[in-house]
C-alpha cells in the first residue's frame, strides 16, 4: 500500500494508476488546471449545450439524475439559470425503509427551485433481496442499488428522447478511477466502467425467483442502444473550476439544502454534506475503509490538500480520527432490513477485510497495519 507524495490518495482504490514520481490521477489533474485554456473549454461546454437543444425532440433540452443533495442541487440550478437550458429531473427513490425524511425534504427542496422530476421506485421486495444479495455476495449492499442508479438515468434519455445527460464529478480526475475514463475529461459514456457497475453486468442478480423482467430498472443500457440514441453523457464537473465536495455543500446549503447533524465519529464526515437521502452508505464507507484502507474522510482531504485549505500533516489527523467511522445503530438498522443478526453482519464483513492492512482484535474490531500517509 502506497500513498500520493502530495495527498492521501492510496493506490488501493479501485482503478488507480500511479505515476512514476508518485503522484495519483487527481493531484495530476489538479495541477494540470493551473495551465487550462478556460476560454477554450467554455466554448466547448457552449458546443454542448448546442447538441442539447439542436436535438431537442421532447421539450426538455438534457436529462439530470438527482438525489436532492449538494452536488446535483448546485448542478441543476447551474444548468438552469447559467447555461439556460430546460433539463428534466430523475430521481431513483429508495423504499420507505431506507429514505430519510431529510432526503425527501431535499428532493422537495429541489424541486421547488422550478424543476419538473420524474422519480423512479423500483419494486421494495426485489431491491431488499438484491440488497442482500450484494451483501452476502460482494460484502457491497450497494452492488445493486448503483446498478438501479446508474441505469434510471440513460434509460429514461432513451425513452424520453433526450440525447444529453448532465453528470457531475469525472472520477478518473477527481478521484483516480481510470476506468471511467472517455475521450477527454467531459466525456462520461464510459460510466458504467466504474468498480461498482461492473460495466453493467446483472447476471449476478438473476437466479429461480428473479428473472431479467424484474430486474429492468438494474439494466444499464447496451452501448449500441446508446449510440443508437445518439446518447451523450458529459462531466459537468469537468468546466468548473470550484467543484469539490466543500463548494457544492456551502452553494446547496445557502438555497435550503438540509445537512446532518450527528457527529463526525458516527458518520466519518466531519461536515455532514453526504449521503443525506439515506444512512446506509455510512457502514459501506466503513467496510470501504476495511477492504482498501481509506474511507470518506480520505475523499474530503484530498480535496483540501489540493485546493491548499490543509496541510496533508492536518490530513493525516483528520484520517486518523474519522476514516472508517460508523455508529452502531446503522448497521443494526441494515442488518434488520436485510433479516440477518449483527453477528451475522460481522462474519460477512470480516470474509472481506483486508488483512494485509488490518489486524483483527475480536470480531468487528480491527486495528490498522499501515501507517497513515506512509502506507505499509
Known amino acids: 500500500m502506497r500513498y500520493c507524495k502530495k495527498c492521501l490518495q492510496t493506490d488501493t482504490r479501485p482503478g488507480i494508476k500511479f505515476l512514476e514520481n508518485d503522484i495519483c490521477p487527481a493531484c495530476n489533474y489538479h495541477n494540470q488546471l493551473k495551465t487550462v485554456d478556460w476560454d477554450s473549454r467554455k466554448e466547448y461546454l457552449k458546443s454542448i449545450v448546442e447538441f442539447g437543444k439542436r436535438n431537442n425532440n421532447s421539450g426538455y433540452d438534457c436529462i439530470i439524475g438527482v438525489s436532492g443533495g449538494k452536488d446535483s442541487l448546485r448542478q441543476a ?17 429508495y423504499p420507505p425503509e431506507q429514505l430519510t425524511q431529510r432526503g425527501a425534504d431535499n428532493i422537495s427542496n429541489m424541486i421547488n427551485h422550478g424543476f419538473d422530476c420524474v422519480n423512479i421506485y423500483p419494486s421494495p421486495q426485489i431491491w431488499r433481496k438484491l440488497m442482500r444479495k450484494g451483501f452476502f455476495n460482494f460484502t457491497n449492499w450497494a452492488k445493486s442499488t448503483e446498478l438501479a442508479l446508474f441505469s434510471s438515468v440513460p434509460r429514461l434519455a432513451i425513452a424520453y428522447q433526450i440525447p444529453l445527460i448532465w453528470w457531475g464529478e469525472n472520477a478518473a480526475l477527481q478521484l483516480g478511477d481510470l476506468n471511467v475514463m472517455g475521450k477527454d475529461g467531459s466525456d462520461g459514456n464510459n460510466l458504467k466502467k466504474m468498480n461498482t457497475l461492473g460495466g453493467g453486468d446483472y447476471s449476478w442478480l438473476l437466479d429461480r425467483e428473479i428473472n431479467k423482467n424484474k430486474i429492468l430498472q438494474y439494466l444499464y443500457p447496451s452501448n449500441d442502444r446508446m449510440e443508437k440514441a445518439n446518447l451523450r453523457i458529459t462531466f459537468l464537473g469537468y468546466f468548473w473550476k470550484d467543484w469539490s465536495l466543500v463548494d457544492n455543500g456551502n452553494f446547496s446549503t445557502l438555497r435550503g439544502l438540509d445537512i446532518r447533524s450527528e457527529k463526525p465519529w458516527e458518520i466519518g464526515d ?14 459501506n464507507q466503513m467496510i470501504k475503509y476495511l477492504k482498501y484502507g481509506f474511507g470518506r474522510i480520505s475523499d474530503y482531504v484530498n480535496e483540501d490538500i489540493r485546493l491548499g485549505r490543509i496541510s496533508r500533516e492536518e490530513g493525516i489527523e483528520l484520517v486518523k480520527k474519522y476514516d472508517g467511522k460508523c455508529s452502531e445503530k446503522y448497521i443494526k438498522s441494515f442488518s434488520k432490513y436485510i433479516g440477518i443478526s449483527i453477528d451475522e453482519f460481522w462474519d460477512q464483513v470480516d470474509k472481506s477485510v483486508n488483512l494485509n492492512l488490518f489486524s483483527r482484535v475480536k470480531k468487528g474490531v480491527y486495528k490498522r497495519k499501515f501507517k497513515v500517509g506512509k502506507g505499509l
Do not use: A, F, H
Request: hydrophobic share 50%.
Open 270 to 283: 466531519p461536515l455532514g454534506i453526504t449521503s443525506l437521502d439515506e444512512d446506509w452508505v455510512t457502514l
Open 77 to 93: 440550478l447551474y444548468v438552469k439559470e447559467v447555461l439556460k437550458m430546460n433539463p428534466l429531473l430523475v430521481c431513483l427513490s
